[in-house]
C-alpha cells in the first residue's frame, strides 16, 4: 500500500519555525524524488522544494530559498522539510509527494500525502 503521512504542522508566530515530516511507504520513497507543495486558502496548490534520491540536489521555490530546507532520511523512509522565518503568507496545507523526477510541476509526482496545516500568525 502507497503511504505519504505528514505531520508536524501546527500554529507558530512569525519569525518562528517548524519542522514538516512525511512518513512515506517503501514504495512511495523508492520512486525517488520527494517534494512538498502548499496551497494557501483560495489559491492553486504550489511547488515547495523537492529533493533528489541521494539528497545530493535539491530544488527550491523562490519565495523559500534561505528560509527553508528540505532533506531525507532513506533509513526511516522520511523526508522533511525545516521551515524557519515563517512568514504569515506561508499559511497553507502542505503536501508532501512522492515521484521520479526533481521537477516543479505537480505532473512527475505520482503519489501524495494528505497534508498538514501549518498556520503562521502575524
Known amino acids: 500500500q502507497v503511504q505519504l503521512v505528514e505531520s508536524g504542522g501546527g500554529l507558530v508566530q512569525a519569525g518562528g519555525s517548524l519542522r514538516l515530516s512525511c512518513a512515506a511507504s517503501?514504495?512511495?520513497?523508492?520512486?525517488?524524488?520527494m517534494g512538498w507543495f502548499r496551497q494557501a486558502p483560495g489559491k492553486e496548490r504550489e511547488f515547495v522544494a523537492a529533493?533528489?534520491?541521494?539528497?545530493?540536489?535539491?530544488y527550491y521555490a523562490d519565495f523559500v530559498k534561505g528560509r527553508f530546507t528540505i532533506s531525507r532520511d532513506n533509513a526511516k523512509n522520511t523526508v522533511y522539510l525545516q521551515m524557519n522565518s515563517l512568514k504569515p503568507e506561508d499559511t497553507a496545507v502542505y503536501y508532501c509527494?512522492?515521484?521520479?523526477?526533481?521537477?516543479?510541476?505537480?505532473?512527475?509526482?505520482?503519489?501524495w500525502g494528505q497534508g498538514t496545516q501549518v498556520t503562521v500568525s502575524s
Open positions: 517503501v514504495r512511495a520513497f523508492s520512486s525517488g524524488t
Open positions: 529533493i533528489t534520491w541521494s539528497g545530493s540536489a535539491a
Open positions: 509527494a512522492a515521484g521520479s523526477l526533481l521537477s516543479s510541476a505537480e505532473s512527475p509526482y505520482d503519489y
